[in-house]
């Protein structure tokens, strides 16, 4: 249950992580909305058990800690939810989410926050008819026997909307878009999780067209750049807000939501890429090793291929997948970073550096990217180079501590401990109970001399 505390680190990576999202999409002249929503006990907090009373909902604690960044507008709609109850539901009974009702109060929230932000048109309550049907609900399915309740599904008489594209990724994960002819030209982008099932249906027709990604934690900039929205809206459940998935990943937009799993060889695409995501990298291996490289291999599907063969170090394999999906000119930073760490395990050592580079120049908002090209540069022995990479990288995306981390070896590599310990702080700072960086700081401590350790 999200009733649970914040750690300060938590919501100090939250904030630069929100800084950072705010202040890119501000240098695209995008505005950016967060929309929490509160889960059933932040709404219901008189059905609590006394032994979590007091009750101190963990969004409003986050939407204080987060006022005041630039170009962010943050919406926590429980006053209202709760001001709702006691005709429709805002909630439903026997599931964890907001009621089509409840979702709707919460749109009216965001509407309030977009005004003179974006042109978009509002639904109004009178706009919307709700028709009562049975539903089992996320907990509902769980009993025995299954406990069905009424619920109101909205029927919209005037303002139409219709699908354009749905994909399907991997992990529940899909993009829709819609178009919707009688609203405003205006596009929104929205990264989504479940609870955005039951608002969808009014955000797609208050813009002319609107772009649905998820369930996701991350904000993809790339998907930014490539839809080029006129407002960018995260809606994220309260309980998430403890998770410390970061945006700074090697799978961008297209490689999670735009490649092809619906073909034969796009549904063994899904399944290889399921196995890595649980670690099965072998099971993998097993999936794409009748693949042919040839003209029908599609790129994307070879960019996968080309991860999968690093995971079970088969770099001679891996070359020949990521030289297909090179040549047919997909050079996303995901496929120039797969590309460094082939030609790395060949030994290639310039031509690792070289794709590592161009991967951080494709996409220079995300870490993953400069970490991998300060990492070459250290296992090449190029110390200083690598500090260089990671100033300029942690200073610009300080919400990946990795980077820190990193800093702190390359800078311990070359002798410098001060800067070593204050990068490494940095690191903690953030993660605290990180392995990696409590190894390094048991490293250092015994490494060093007393007097050292009072630097």
């Known amino acids: 249950m999200s009733g649970r505390p914040f750690r300060p680190e938590d ?149 139409a909307a219709s699908m354009q594209i749905f994909n399907q990724g991997p992990w529940r994960n899909n993009i829709q878009t819609y178009y919707s002819p009688g609203a405003p030209l205006s596009k929104a982008l929205i990264f989504r999780d479940s609870f955005m099932t039951e608002q969808a249906a009014y955000f797609i027709r208050s813009f002319s067209d609107t772009m649905l990604v998820g369930s996701t934690i991350r904000l993809y900039l790339d998907a930014v750049d490539l839809y080029r929205p006129d407002i960018v809206i995260n809606e994220m459940a309260e309980r998430l807000l403890f998770s410390r998935e970061t945006d700074h990943q090697i799978d961008g937009f297209a490689e999670t939501y735009q490649t092809d799993y619906r073909s034969p060889r796009g549904r063994d695409a899904l399944a290889a890429m399921l196995h890595l995501g649980r670690g099965e990298a072998s099971l993998a291996l097993q999936i794409i090793t009748s693949w042919p490289v040839d003209t029908h291999l599609d790129p994307d599907h070879a960019f996968l291929a080309a991860r999968v063969c690093v995971a079970n170090k088969e770099w001679q394999r891996g070359l020949a997948f990521v030289s297909h999906a ?103 700072n953030l993660d605290p109970g990180n392995p990696e960086f409590l190894q390094h700081d048991g490293v250092m401590k015994r490494s060093s001399g007393p007097e050292s350790d009072r630097l």
């Open 11 to 159: 919501l100090r990576l939250w904030r630069l992580r929100l800084e950072r999202r705010a202040t890119a999409l501000r240098k695209r002249g995008i505005p950016y909305v967060f929309l929490i929503a509160p889960d059933a006990h932040s709404i219901y907090p008189e059905d609590l058990p006394p032994s979590v009373a007091p009750f101190q909902p963990p969004g409003q604690i986050f939407f204080d800690a987060m006022q005041g960044i630039d170009n962010l507008t943050i919406v926590y709609p429980r006053r209202e939810l709760m001001a709702a109850k006691g005709g429709l539901d805002p909630y439903k009974k026997n599931d964890t989410h907001w009621s089509s009702y409840g979702s709707f109060i919460a749109y009216r929230e965001v509407c309030a926050a977009m005004r003179g932000l974006v042109d978009f048109h509002q639904i109004e309550f009178r706009d919307v008819e709700y028709r009562l049907t049975r539903d089992y609900g996320d907990l509902g399915a769980l009993t025995s026997p299954e406990q069905p309740e009424q619920i109101g599904i909205p029927n919209f008489a005037r303002q």
């Open 326 to 428: 090179l040549a047919a000119d997909r050079r996303s930073g995901a496929l120039l970073c797969v590309a460094a760490q082939v030609h790395l395990g060949l030994g290639h050592l310039d031509e690792s550096s070289r794709l590592a580079a161009a991967a951080s120049i494709r996409s220079p908002d995300n870490a993953h990217f400069h970490a991998m090209e300060a990492y070459i540069q250290i296992f090449m022995g190029r110390h200083v180079e690598a500090r260089a990479i990671l100033v300029r990288a942690s200073r610009a995306l300080a919400d990946d501590p990795h980077l820190s981390y990193l800093l702190s070896i390359a800078a311990l590599a070359s002798g410098d401990r001060v800067a070593a310990r204050a990068a490494l702080d940095d690191a903690l």
